[in-house]
Each structure stands twice: as C-alpha cells, then as structure tokens.
C-alpha cells in the first residue's frame, strides 16, 4: 500500500511539473516578443540606419583620396557641398573641430538668420506676440591636408540630415607645374645670357641699357613662374572644401509692447473760431484787393455799358416820334 501511495504521489508531481514547463514556456516566448520592438519599429530604423548608411557613402568619393595616381599625377582636389543639418550652431562648432583634429584650417565662415516674415497677434490690451520665422544658414570656406580630405568629408556625414548635393573635383595639373617649370628655366638661361652681354658690352651705354631692360623682364618672368608654381602646389597639399549648411525653418515667439496710435493734435474750439474769423477778414482783404486790382477794367466796362445803353435808346427815339 506504501508503494502504491508513493507512486501515485510521484506520479501526480510528474505530472504537475510538465503542466507547469507547458505553461511557463509559452509565457516566456510572449513575455520576450512583448519586450521586443515592434515589426513597424524594426522596419523604422532599419530605414535610419540605410539612410545614414546612404549619405555616408555619398559624403566621400574615391576622387578625395589619395592613391597609387598621385605617384605620377599631381592633383589639385576641391569639393563642394549643401546639406541640411538639424542645428546649424552646433554642426558649425563640429565641423571646426573636426578640420582643427585633422590638421586644417577654416578661411570663410558666414553664420546668419534669414528672416522669412513675421506676424503679429493681440493677446492683451497692451502686449501682442511677435513671431518670426526665420532660417539659419553657414557658409564655410575650408582648407585640409589632402592626406586628411577624404577622413573629414567622412567625418562630415553624421552632421547630414539630408545631402542636397555633392561635387568633388581632382584636376590634375602635372603638365601645368611642367609647362610652369620649363618656362622658368628658360628665363633663367635667358638671365644668364643677358648678364654676359652686360659683361662682355658694359662700354656700350645703348646696349647695356637695352640689356638691363631685358634682364630685368626675364627676372619677373622667372618670378611670375616660380610664384605660379608655388601656389599651384599649396592647391596640391591643400584641397579647399566648400560648405554651406543650413536647417529647418525655425519659428520664434516674443512678447512685445502694442504700439498705440497717438491721435493728431486738433486745436480747440474756441481757437478754431478765432483763426476762422482771421481766415474770412484775410479773404474779406483779397476780395478789396481783387477789385482795386481791375479798377480799370470796371471803369472800361461801366463806359461800355453806358455807351452801349445810350446807343440802344437813340435807336428807340424814332420809332417812339413817328408812332
């Protein structure tokens, strides 16, 4: 009887833990699809996470980094480009710590607001809100190693929220600096040769003159040369980056002060009445004035008048004797 009880018990233990493992592991598997995110979040920042990875790959080019080409070519690399950041402020202090820790250094910077237009709205009898809706825009004139070009325009893209557009440009100036160098060997043999002519012909006033003058043009054209090439190479080891960023329009409200009308001043009655009685006595004056003025011309058409009248009645006598 023992054994039967014992088994009986063990056999209801048994059963009781299967029970609970066919219970806990489905609640389990619920319990971690609940803590974890959704299929639309999954989705969501799989979509952020190609689209940085997109403007990442666009924000460099294999045209920024120097390569095997540069053994045999010598390129000037410039790259221009538009992006909208969310902070232009913040972005502009990033990308000049950026160019300082790659050993560069920023030749151009505009920072500004662009208001795009403002309205006002009463909200008291004495105060109204102000809003401006203004945009933030950088113009930012770079110069970077061009061993370090490619490592900033990378270091560019976190800052991007969208890339409007790219341009990067390696002009290779090899037959330029080649051209450049030529010609600056040819003057300095041309120096040479005009100094030993004003050696050989100091006696001659005429054409020691004519010598020193084309000495002299042969100098600064070996200067203009060797000026031409050493910029060309600053180019070279430099490559100048051109920025302009800007951000989301940004809206700003202001509580300010109403403006009041102020009513034009109008003069009392009483002073109304007397400068309208100096008016009449002043037109009163014009009126005497005007007819004193034409005196003559009353005069002359009184006398018309009369002649006029008395014409008129000689002309009746007649008809009134022969009636």
Not at 223 to 244: A, F, G, P, R, W
Not at 259 to 271: A, C, D, H, L, R
Request: net charge positive; hydrophobic share 40%.
């Amino acid at each position: 009887m023992k054994n039967k009880t014992n088994c009986g018990t063990n056999f209801q233990k048994v059963n009781r833990t299967k029970l609970s493992s066919l219970v806990l592991i489905p609640a389990i598997i619920i319990l971690l699809f609940s803590c974890g995110a959704s299929p639309e979040e999954r989705f969501a920042s799989e979509d952020v996470k190609d689209e940085m990875d997109s403007v990442r790959s666009v924000a460099t080019s294999n045209a920024a980094v120097v390569g095997k080409a540069d053994s045999t070519h010598t390129f000037i690399r410039t790259a221009d480009i538009k992006f909208k950041v969310k902070d232009v402020k913040q972005s502009t202090f990033d990308i000049e710590d950026l160019v300082a820790k790659h050993n560069g250094y920023i030749t151009y910077t505009n920072l500004s607001s662009n208001i795009s237009y403002q309205n006002k709205v009463q909200v008291s009898r004495d105060s109204c809100k102000e809003r401006t809706y203004y945009v933030v825009d950088n113009s930012v004139t770079m110069r970077i190693p061009n061993t370090e070009l490619d490592a900033v325009l990378r270091g560019l893209a976190p800052l991007m929220d969208f890339l409007d557009h790219r341009t990067i440009k390696a002009d290779d100036i090899k037959y330029t600096l080649l051209s450049n160098q030529l010609a600056e060997k040819r003057y300095k043999n041309y120096k040479q040769r005009y100094t030993n002519a004003i050696d050989s012909k100091g006696k001659k006033l005429k054409e020691t003159v004519t010598a020193e003058d084309n000495l002299a043009i042969s100098n600064q054209l070996a200067d203009n040369k060797t000026i031409e090439n050493l910029e060309l190479m600053d180019k070279v080891n430099y490559s100048t980056v051109t920025l302009y960023i800007y951000q989301p329009q940004t809206i700003k409200e202001t509580i300010v002060a109403s403006e009041k009308t102020i009513p034009p001043y109008v003069p009392s009655f009483g002073q109304r009445l007397g400068e309208s009685f100096t008016d009449g006595w002043h037109i009163f004056e014009h009126i005497i004035l005007f007819f004193v003025n034409i005196w003559g011309v009353l005069v002359l058409m009184a006398g018309m008048f009369f002649i006029i009248r008395w014409f008129v009645l000689y002309l009746s006598k007649p008809a009134v004797r022969k009636a």
